[in-house]
């Protein structure tokens, strides 16, 4: 890549650290509405669900739009309305108030996910690990977000989160120099110049691998801190922690999948990936003690590992709907989890957290039968399959 996109790459994924921060940030509160709003299971999962509803309705619309028209604009001002509403969460006086402000944060989220994973792809230039990077931004904005949040509501209780605006004024500068950086599209896309013809079939069946993974990563982070408290004995710190060791780990992973995919081919990765998070969830749950936090390092791994791969396994499988793709993959691989976190909720309630998180077990089994008979597809401007694969096998390489 040239030195002007390799600083757009950069741009993009820093820019992607500050937006997505908030959507871990939603997690990182519920202890603290536990605490200070006395809210049940359920009240603090409709938090999460706040945050997740409405952008899982809009995120295909923005991808719909962004596959017609430029609209590098939405970058900076999704990152302002992502932070906005976060930052009033903890200041609103009632309920109700309190779930607006965290859904008009999701919809900031939304509208930034599909024209920031486009423009990456344009700098990007067919590379999976340069795609890793990107994706990467937004998996250290959520590995931050317990330290963030800890650092501002646990020294000065929730009335202090609207200094939780800043890394949103950040990623808004960020986003405006990355699209200086990378320059403008014309005012529509031009897909008549995109070979290749769209796959519904596979990319909806990659798409329900997706919200497979989605409703076990967003279930784990909306109660995983919590969890873990219980089953080691622990305080704050102890689920700060797990929720930190979640994210950190998923950061790690999200690399590592796209230079696994760059040699081996991305749906043998995603594969193996889906079979590790079966096993590593199952450790999480039924484990007891200190161990637990291994668990959470290889279900963040499993969980991660894809997270890339996802978004350009989904671009390819629509190249004529790049933007709708990157919607669904990159935005929706977060918020459709949310729709689950109040039935996660009401369940623990009802009888125990730990019986509320065994069926999370099941769903990664579910999505990698989902991937099944899934083959690699071409991607755009390429005579053959994508880089590292030949088919769905890996190419063989020269010692």
């Not at 200070?36 to 359920?42: K, L, Q, S």
């Not at 995120?59 to 999704?78: E, I």
């Not at 005012?187 to 497979?212: I, K, N, P, Q, Y």
Request: with cysteine; proline share 5%; hydrophobic share 50%.
């Amino acid at each position: 890549m040239s030195t002007k996109r390799n600083r757009a790459i950069t741009l993009l994924s820093l820019g992607h650290v500050c937006v997505d921060v908030y959507q871990g940030a939603v997690a990182a509160l519920v202890p603290y509405f536990v605490a200070e709003r006395a809210y049940g299971y359920a009240a603090a999962s409709g938090v999460v669900l706040a945050a997740s509803l409405l952008s899982s309705v809009v995120q295909p619309l923005f991808g719909a739009l962004t596959d017609r028209w430029a609209m590098p604009w939405l970058l900076p001002l999704s990152a302002l309305t992502g932070g906005t509403g976060v930052a009033l969460s903890g200041v609103m006086e009632s309920y109700a108030l309190t779930l607006a402000v965290v859904a008009v944060s999701g919809v900031g989220v939304a509208a930034y996910h599909p024209e920031a994973a486009r423009a990456a792809r344009d700098a990007a230039h067919g590379s999976h690990t340069a795609m890793g990077w990107f994706s990467l931004g937004g998996n250290v904005g959520f590995a931050l977000a317990p330290l963030l949040v800890a650092s501002v509501v646990a020294t000065g209780g929730l009335g202090a989160s609207p200094l939780l605006i800043v890394p949103a004024v950040a990623g808004a500068a960020l986003c405006a120099a990355a699209v200086r950086s990378a320059g403008s599209r014309g005012g529509t896309a031009d897909r008549g110049e995109v070979a290749g013809c769209d796959d519904w079939r596979s990319f909806l069946r990659l798409s329900g691998a997706v919200v497979c993974r989605s409703v076990v990563f967003v279930g784990l982070s909306a109660f995983v801190s919590l969890y873990v408290r219980q089953r080691t004995g622990g305080g704050d710190v102890a689920g700060t922690a797990a929720l930190c060791v979640l994210y950190v780990g998923g950061a790690v992973g999200t690399v590592a999948g796209g230079r696994l995919a760059d040699r081996y081919g991305r749906l043998a990765v995603v594969r193996h990936a889906y079979v590790l998070t079966v096993l590593a969830v199952a450790g999480v749950v039924l484990v007891p003690g200190p161990p637990v936090y291994l668990f959470v390092a290889l279900t963040s791994a499993g969980l991660y590992v894809p997270f890339s791969l996802h978004i350009t396994l989904g671009q390819d499988y629509l190249p004529r709907r790049v933007g709708t793709a990157s919607g669904v993959t990159l935005g929706l691989a977060v918020s459709v989890g949310g729709l689950a976190a109040p039935v996660i909720g009401a369940l623990a309630d009802a009888t125990s957290l730990r019986t509320a998180l065994l069926p999370l077990i099941a769903l990664p089994a579910l999505g990698r039968l989902l991937l099944c008979g899934l083959r690699e597809p071409t991607a755009p401007g390429r005579a053959g399959p994508a880089p590292g694969t030949l088919g769905d096998r890996p190419r063989a390489t020269s010692a």
